[in-house]
């Protein structure tokens, strides 16, 4: 159905895995709008935006302190190693993230570019300040240079994504002939755009999601399976 082997891949010259939450769901990171997806346990207007983090800090924080001592102890999965030996076999593979749980880069992947930011830094919205804070609980919750609240280093809803970033992931993609999208549902944009953009630029595009999506017609094949489990196949299983 999708023959792909090490050979195959280097047909290719610039390959891109695009992942979602689905990607880390088998490291028992929980999804958003899947079963138990955190987004119907939680409202994000009430725990992950602006908003609420202006009006309620210390709920906004401790919400996130809940998520981080949940994400703290998952490890990575055979999907990711995957990604992390054809990053080791091929010139050109970048992986660009919606996921803040830093999986790819605990497995070891190097070229990976977070579009939502990450669990694991804080900032303050005074000082602008960034810092990592790697651990399943806030080290400080406060800036240490003005002592106001910091907040996770997360593109929340209402939120606009750092221009550098936007334009780093713009020329990835653009430049692409090999695009898999990996676990994720495509209804977040920008990061939801940029199948689109593969496309419109010639690449073959491939979903990898044990679900259908709304994007699946989009796409020149889709992997129905978990990531875990396909990843690791796909470069033994020629058609
Ligand atoms: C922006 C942060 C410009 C991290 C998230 C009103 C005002 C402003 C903007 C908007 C607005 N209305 C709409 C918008 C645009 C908005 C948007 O797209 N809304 C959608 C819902 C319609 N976007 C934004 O706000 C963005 N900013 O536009 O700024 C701007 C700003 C102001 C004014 C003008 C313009 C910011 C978007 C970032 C939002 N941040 N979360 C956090 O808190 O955790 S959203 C959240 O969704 C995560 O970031 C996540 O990455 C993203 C996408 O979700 P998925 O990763 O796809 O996960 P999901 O659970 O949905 O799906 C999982 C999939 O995995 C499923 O398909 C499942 O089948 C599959 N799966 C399950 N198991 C497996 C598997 N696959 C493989 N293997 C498995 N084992």
Known sequence: MHGFSENTLKEYKNIV?????GMSAESGVPTYRGMGGIWHQYNWEEYACQQAFDST??????FHDLRRQKIFGCKPHAGHYTLV??????SSVSIITQNIDGLHQLSGSSNVTELHGSIWRVCCDFCQDISLDYGAIYASKVCYKCNRWVR??????GDRLSTEVLRKVDNIVKKCDLF?????SGVVYPAAGYLYLARSNGAKCIEI????????????HCIRGDA????????QSVD
Request: net charge negative; charged share 20%.
């Open 85 to 90: 030996e054809i990053e080791k076999q091929h």
């Open 57 to 62: 800090p210390e709920k906004v924080l401790e």
């Open 209 to 220: 999601n044990p679900e259908p999506t709304d994007s699946s017609p989009l796409f020149h």
């Open 17 to 21: 895995f695009f992942t979602g939450a």
């Open 152 to 157: 996770p280093d997360i593109v929340w809803f």
């Open 180 to 184: 898999f999208s990996i676990g994720t």
């Open 228 to 235: 875990s489990v396909i990843l690791p196949g796909l470069f």
